[in-house]
């Protein structure tokens, strides 16, 4: 992967006695563009994100919300502009780096949980660390997966299988395994979509307050309203800009 | 790479175990489909060598003019009714000279649906011996195979029962005996094992040729005496119906059994011919070829591997229709296992998302294959190493006690 090529502005207010330091944002994307053969066409502003920022991406359903998410962890390739995470240069990456990339410092959560039935909820937290060979699942591991179920408050169940969980005990595994590999970006996509609403606000806290303990900067696609004032900047799909 | 498969093998037990009612079918169908082709060979080998070793225990058979089947697997194998027809005075045409020795067989009698063989001492001489006890010597006396020890309740020597109250072949007669155990017999792996024996006399007490009752004269049963026949030496009274026949041997009465005319006569449905030599055997099987002789001498092995010719051309057909079998039902499980994964599309979808490689996902979709094949095959080895020792139990069942 390249080196980034950007610069934190939050630098600027630095003491003119101290000698100027270049510090990358842990996530940057120059304008995007990326187009589907249906015909669909997204089309994003450049942003950054720096640890422990968060940032929430709203538009309607189809509005490409998920696709940005998608050029984000590498799945996608824009058409044009450039991804930058945690140090490297996401678009220029060959996929074996991006495949490493998810695994290892991009933690995702899914609208519908995305959990394996046939693993309990330990096993599931600790599922990257048996999907690529960069990680290695050792005590350390565990015992951190263990913590991060305490911290979500699902210390006396992970031994439970998942179908005996509830929606909100099943997205607070996938926030955890979210996690679990101390990535330094998390992308959620509509974290709270399938929940109710009185869970919806209580997990999108729970992910910010994780995200920022663990110093990763947090995108999070929704188009639930009513958490948007929890996050550091919005970004609208559709002509909007971050804010 | 050996954590990966170590991975694999954690993912796909877990996969398995929460699926196992599909993943037991699969490997249990999979396992049968290959055991069975296996077990069939295995069964065809058991009972040609059981067969042969039976055949041999009799060079030649006699019987009368009938079915050779009917004679082979009633007179050795006590699951058949040979035709009618030799009576004991028949066994002099083979005695006769020296030539050979001859052991009569009569069967169609049963206790508990077991069969009761009737034939002399000289029968045991080639095959079993009492494990326990001794060999019946008189009328009412048995010893039974090991087998037949077990399906009667496990009787011993001292114990008694009766033979079954309709025999297989002599409907009109109708004549329970009571039997008393003398000894069991050694397992043989043969037919012995499952039968009764007697002694002649026995067997034709069943079959109502013998009996034993009260002087008539003494007898105070009303109707046991209807009429008197004046002679040199007194008058002879003619028992009537009424006279009570006693269906027990036992308590020391044996003795007082008798039949009415000469035994010469007496029925036998078969008998195990022992030729001196080569030269005999020939001379004998030639005294039996006339166009109307009532009798027939006949070799068993040469009757038993013209029947396994038969069975082993049947039993290739049936192992190719079994391995065609096995194939299909192989390409119905991995239709069955590609179909399980198709339905897991979201699941190995997300761990491609979470920074799985293709090739990681397809080894944690062979390691779920390989593990459920293993199982199969540990079931198919399973059945293949079972069948030589339930070979005898399903030989039994399948061939209706041959």
């Given at each position: 992967m390249t080196e980034p090529r950007s610069t934190s502005p939050a630098n600027s207010t630095a003491s003119a006695a101290v000698a100027p330091v270049l510090v990358a944002p842990v996530l940057a994307a120059t304008e995007l563009v990326f187009r589907r053969s249906s015909g669909f066409t997204l089309s994003t502003p450049a942003f950054a994100l720096d640890a422990g920022e968060s940032l929430a991406v709203r538009g309607p359903s189809g509005s490409g919300k998920s696709t940005l998410l998608a050029l984000l962890s590498g799945e996608l390739l824009p058409a044009s502009g450039r991804v930058f995470a945690a140090g490297s240069e996401i678009t220029a990456a060959s996929e074996s780096e991006r495949r490493a990339y998810r695994a290892t410092r991009c933690g995702q959560v899914f609208q519908t949980f995305e959990l394996v039935a046939s693993l309990d909820v330990l096993a599931n937290v600790l599922l990257p660390f048996r999907l690529h060979g960069s990680l290695t699942l050792d005590a350390a591991a565990t015992a951190h997966a263990r913590e991060l179920l305490a911290r979500v408050g699902l210390a006396d169940k992970q031994r439970r299988a998942i179908h005996a969980l509830s929606h909100g005990e099943r997205q607070r595994v996938a926030i955890a395994r979210a996690l679990v590999t101390r990535p330094r970006i998390v992308l959620a996509d509509e974290p709270t979509g399938n929940l109710d609403p009185a869970l919806k606000r209580a997990i999108a806290e729970l992910l910010l307050h994780e995200a920022r303990t663990a110093g990763a900067a947090l995108v999070v696609a929704t188009h639930d309203e009513s958490i948007l004032p929890l996050f550091d900047g919005m970004l609208a799909i559709g002509g909007g800009a971050p804010q | 790479?050996?954590?990966?498969?170590?991975?694999?093998?954690?993912?796909?037990?877990?996969?398995?175990?929460?699926?196992?009612?599909?993943?037991?079918?699969?490997?249990?169908?999979?396992?049968?489909?290959?055991?069975?082709?296996?077990?069939?060979?295995?069964?065809?080998?058991?009972?040609?060598?059981?067969?042969?070793?039976?055949?041999?225990?009799?060079?030649?058979?006699?019987?009368?003019?009938?079915?050779?089947?009917?004679?082979?697997?009633?007179?050795?194998?006590?699951?058949?009714?040979?035709?009618?027809?030799?009576?004991?005075?028949?066994?002099?045409?083979?005695?006769?000279?020296?030539?050979?020795?001859?052991?009569?067989?009569?069967?169609?009698?049963?206790?508990?649906?077991?069969?009761?063989?009737?034939?002399?001492?000289?029968?045991?001489?080639?095959?079993?011996?009492?494990?326990?006890?001794?060999?019946?010597?008189?009328?009412?006396?048995?010893?039974?195979?090991?087998?037949?020890?077990?399906?009667?309740?496990?009787?011993?020597?001292?114990?008694?029962?009766?033979?079954?109250?309709?025999?297989?072949?002599?409907?009109?007669?109708?004549?329970?005996?009571?039997?008393?155990?003398?000894?069991?017999?050694?397992?043989?792996?043969?037919?012995?094992?499952?039968?009764?024996?007697?002694?002649?006399?026995?067997?034709?007490?069943?079959?109502?040729?013998?009996?034993?009752?009260?002087?008539?004269?003494?007898?105070?049963?009303?109707?046991?005496?209807?009429?008197?026949?004046?002679?040199?030496?007194?008058?002879?009274?003619?028992?009537?119906?009424?006279?009570?026949?006693?269906?027990?041997?036992?308590?020391?009465?044996?003795?007082?059994?008798?039949?009415?005319?000469?035994?010469?006569?007496?029925?036998?449905?078969?008998?195990?011919?022992?030729?001196?030599?080569?030269?005999?055997?020939?001379?004998?099987?030639?005294?039996?070829?006339?166009?109307?002789?009532?009798?027939?001498?006949?070799?068993?092995?040469?009757?038993?591997?013209?029947?396994?010719?038969?069975?082993?051309?049947?039993?290739?057909?049936?192992?190719?229709?079994?391995?065609?079998?096995?194939?299909?039902?192989?390409?119905?499980?991995a239709s069955t296992f590609a179909l399980s994964i198709r339905l897991r599309a979201d699941e190995l979808a997300l761990m491609r998302r979470l920074g799985a490689s293709r090739g990681s996902v397809a080894v944690f979709i062979a390691a779920e294959a390989v593990a459920l094949v293993c199982a199969g095959l540990a079931i198919a080895v399973a059945i293949a190493a079972c069948t030589p020792l339930a070979a005898p139990l399903v030989l039994r069942a399948a061939s209706g006690g041959l």
């Open positions: - | 790479m050996i954590a990966l498969l170590r991975h694999a093998s954690y993912i796909a037990a877990r996969s398995l175990r929460h699926s196992w009612k599909r993943s037991a079918l699969l490997a249990i169908v999979l396992g049968v489909s290959l055991g069975l082709p296996v077990a069939l060979t295995t069964l065809l080998a058991q009972a040609s060598s059981d067969m042969r070793a039976r055949a041999s225990v009799a060079p030649l058979l006699l019987g009368a003019r009938g079915s050779e089947a009917d004679l082979v697997f009633g007179a050795l194998f006590f699951a058949a009714q040979p035709a009618r027809g030799l009576a004991m005075r028949d066994l002099a045409r083979v005695e006769s000279e020296s030539l050979a020795t001859a052991v009569p067989i009569a069967v169609g009698a049963t206790a508990r649906k077991t069969p009761v063989v009737g034939t002399t001492i000289d029968y045991f001489a080639a095959t079993a011996r009492p494990a326990h006890g001794r060999m019946f010597a008189t009328i009412g006396e048995c010893v039974v195979g090991a087998n037949a020890a077990r399906a009667l309740g496990g009787v011993k020597p001292g114990d008694r029962f009766f033979t079954d109250p309709a025999s297989l072949s002599d409907l009109a007669g109708v004549f329970p005996l009571e039997l008393t155990v003398t000894g069991v017999l050694a397992p043989t792996q043969s037919p012995d094992d499952g039968a009764i024996f007697v002694d002649l006399r026995t067997m034709w007490t069943i079959r109502g040729l013998g009996h034993r009752h009260d002087e008539p004269a003494q007898s105070a049963t009303p109707g046991a005496v209807i009429g008197t026949v004046p002679t040199a030496t007194g008058d002879n009274k003619i028992a009537g119906e009424a006279l009570p026949i006693a269906r027990s041997a036992a308590e020391g009465v044996a003795a007082d059994f008798h039949f009415h005319g000469s035994t010469d006569d007496f029925p036998i449905d078969g008998a195990i011919v022992r030729p001196a030599d080569a030269k005999a055997q020939a001379i004998l099987l030639g005294r039996f070829t006339g166009k109307d002789e009532r009798l027939q001498l006949m070799r068993p092995d040469v009757f038993t591997e013209r029947v396994l010719e038969r069975i082993f051309g049947v039993g290739r057909v049936l192992g190719a229709v079994a391995g065609a079998i096995a194939l299909l039902v192989a390409l119905v499980a």
